[in-house]
């Protein structure tokens, strides 16, 4: 079993749609970060998280320590938005690498 | 423009045989890595260096072997390629406390 699961693994959604991808860990976390893969295959950093919510643009973060939980939020998607969502964790020190969930596909339809 | 720039981009070569990719960031991070992207796109760690010392080696054979000439480089050496070496392999960067940045791939097969 992965140490970080994303859900859900294919979404498909309507342009103007509001987004929920949602991402657990079992690991203890120093911080938690989304990042964004487009299909050129570029790797995005959105957002580090170790506690509370975030905003960038119609991208929004939120984290529950206590849960073990974060989400992240597209809202009035668009198909520009179409990516792989990716959840990974930052469980140690300030040089351990990342521990990464499978990603989340997602589509935008016009 | 700052940024984490690896080379070559796409990279074809005969099983057995031994390549390097290069990586360099000008970001002034105080650590690099080395991750893998499987054929499933799964991403997993497999060097980090910080002040040129390795931190982790994550069940990486030893034909693989990362050499660090300076802070702001990581290149990634392959002795021997086996076909199941095949993936992509992407350059990160990162500072304490702060986020990742990524270099843009680099698509290995092995023929």
């Known amino acids: 079993k992965n140490e970080v699961e994303q859900s859900p693994q294919n979404l498909t959604a309507q342009e103007g749609e509001f987004i929920t991808i949602n991402c657990s860990y079992s690991?203890?976390?120093?911080?938690l970060h989304w990042l964004q893969q487009h299909p050129g295959g570029g790797i995005v950093s959105l957002f580090m998280?170790?506690?509370g919510k975030k905003k960038h643009g119609r991208l929004i973060a939120t984290i529950n320590i206590q849960e073990k939980h974060s989400s992240l939020h597209i809202t009035a998607s668009h198909p520009r938005d179409s990516a792989v969502y990716i959840c990974?964790?930052?469980?140690?020190?300030?040089?351990?690498?990342?521990?990464f969930g499978k990603g989340t596909h997602l589509i935008i339809q016009p | 423009d700052t940024a984490v720039s690896q080379t070559p981009k796409y990279l074809v070569t005969q099983m057995g045989n031994d390549k390097s990719i290069k990586c360099e960031q000008n970001?002034?991070?105080?650590?690099m890595y080395w991750y893998k992207q499987d054929s499933k796109k799964f991403l997993k760690i497999m060097f980090s260096?910080?002040?040129?010392?390795?931190?982790i080696n994550e069940t990486v054979p030893n034909r693989f072997s990362p050499k660090s000439p300076d802070k702001a480089h990581l290149n990634l050496h392959i002795n021997s390629l086996e076909l199941g070496d095949s993936a992509v392999y992407f350059c990160?960067?990162?500072?304490?406390?702060?986020?990742?940045?990524f270099g843009s791939g680099t698509r290995l097969t092995v023929v």
């Open positions: 990160a960067s990162s500072r304490t406390h702060y986020g990742y940045t």
């Open positions: 260096y910080n002040n040129k010392e390795l931190i």
């Open positions: 998280l170790s506690s």
């Open positions: 970001l002034g991070h105080d650590t």
């Open positions: 690991v203890g976390i120093s911080a």
């Open positions: 990974a964790a930052h469980s140690g020190g300030g040089a351990d690498g990342l521990t």
